[in-house]
C-alpha cells in the first residue's frame, strides 16, 4: 500500500470510523476530477455540449404536450352550451394548448441536461465537481451588484457566456473594469478583499 492510499484510507477513517474494507477501496479509486476532465477547456467544452443538449430539447418538450394536449381536444366531444374550465369550450383547448406547450418549454432545459447525463454517464461526477469549483470562482471574483446602475450594468453576473479559459479572463477583466467604474475611479487598493 502506498503513502498517498494509505493518507486516503486514514482521512476517510476519522470523517466516518464505521467503513468497512470494501467501503474504503471503493471510495479511494473513484477517478479524481483532474483524470476524467484533465484541463479546464475540456471542461468549457463538454459545458457547451450540455448546453447543445438544452437548447436541442426545447423543440420536442414543447411541440410533444402541445400536441397531446391539442389532440385529446380533437377527440373530445363537447357540447357547445356547456362551458369547460369555466369558459368556452374552444377558448378552454386553445388556453390549455398554449399551457402545456409553455409547461414543456420550461422543462425542455431538464429534459435536456437528463439526457446529456445519461449519454455522458462516465464524466457526470466530475462535472459537477467542476461546476461546484468554476461557480466558486465566479462568486469570488465577480463585481459588488451594488455598483449597478443604468451607464455601469454588471456584465454577465453568472458567468453564463464563458466558454474557454481565455473568455473567463475577459470576464475576470470586465469585472475589475466595472468594479472601478463603481466606485468612480477612487482608490481600490484598500476596497478589494
Not at 95 to 109: I, M, V, Y
Not at 160 to 179: F, G, M, N, P, T
Request: glycine residues 8%; hydrophobic residues 35%; charged residues 20%.
Amino acid at each position: 500500500m502506498t503513502s498517498t492510499t494509505a493518507l486516503v484510507r486514514s482521512r476517510l477513517l476519522l470523517k466516518n470510523p464505521f467503513l468497512n474494507s470494501q467501503q474504503l477501496r471503493l471510495s479511494s479509486t473513484k477517478a479524481s476530477t483532474s483524470t476524467v476532465i484533465p484541463t479546464w477547456n475540456d471542461y468549457f467544452k463538454l459545458r457547451k455540449k450540455r448546453r447543445i443538449y438544452e437548447v436541442a430539447s426545447y423543440l420536442p418538450s414543447t411541440v410533444v404536450p402541445a400536441a397531446g394536449t391539442f389532440s385529446y381536444f380533437l377527440q373530445m366531444q363537447v357540447d357547445p352550451l356547456t362551458k369547460v374550465l369555466g369558459m368556452d369550450p374552444l377558448m378552454a383547448a386553445v388556453a390549455c394548448t398554449f399551457g402545456a406547450g409553455f409547461g414543456g418549454f420550461l422543462l425542455g432545459p431538464v429534459v435536456g441536461n437528463t439526457f446529456f447525463k445519461l449519454m455522458n454517464g462516465k464524466v457526470v461526477s466530475a462535472m459537477d465537481q467542476r461546476d461546484k469549483e468554476f461557480y466558486e470562482h465566479i462568486k469570488r471574483n465577480r463585481a459588488d451588484a451594488r455598483l449597478n446602475s443604468i451607464r455601469n450594468p454588471v456584465p454577465d453576473y453568472y458567468g453564463e457566456k464563458i466558454q474557454s479559459v481565455q473568455d473567463y479572463r475577459a470576464w475576470l477583466r470586465k469585472q475589475r473594469e466595472h468594479y472601478r467604474k463603481g466606485v468612480f475611479g477612487g482608490n481600490v487598493n484598500g476596497l478589494e478583499d
